[in-house]
């Protein structure tokens, strides 16, 4: 008995691809932050990648204290403090965070980013059982399962 071949429309070859980038973005943190859909037009430099390996140690628990030293406007809160622990919270969604900054107004800044991209289409796409428990009304991360 002969099996046909099975032809794949260029349509199904582009949602395996796609189900394949969601993935390893459930896994790989640098992978995560090259969802242009996710973060548009803000792929990471080279100097991210170093600080995105750094944070895949931290979430595996090979590296339990983590400081990130680089000049102002080098990313660090961007992803340390967003991307971070929305893609930390996406795979483990019952985990809470803590984020201390010399400020207040900084902190509470950073929690509404992550906050306002959990219940994001684009966000769902990759966790799609991860959102905002519906009676979270600080903006702390206050992640919990749909």
Not at 30 to 44: A, H, L, M, S, V
Not at 46 to 51: N, Q, R, T, Y
Not at 74 to 80: A, D, E, L, N, R
């Amino acid at each position: 008995m002969e099996v046909e071949p099975l032809i794949l429309t260029k349509r199904d070859e582009l949602a395996i691809k796609m189900e394949r980038f969601k993935r390893r973005q459930r896994v790989d943190f640098k992978t995560y932050c090259q969802n242009d859909e996710i973060f548009p037009g803000e792929p990471p430099a080279k100097h991210h990648e170093f600080m995105c390996a750094a944070l895949q140690l931290v979430e595996q628990g090979e590296i339990k204290r983590l400081m990130v030293l680089m000049p102002p406007g080098h990313g660090k809160s961007v992803y340390c403090s967003v991307r971070f622990p929305s893609w930390y919270l996406g795979r483990h969604p019952t985990h809470h965070l803590v984020h201390a900054t010399y400020g207040g107004e900084l902190a509470n800044l950073n929690g509404r980013k992550v906050r306002n991209l959990l219940p994001s289409p684009d966000y769902g796409e990759v966790f799609p059982d991860v959102g905002i428990a519906e009676d979270c009304i600080s903006a702390m991360y206050s992640p919990s399962s749909r």
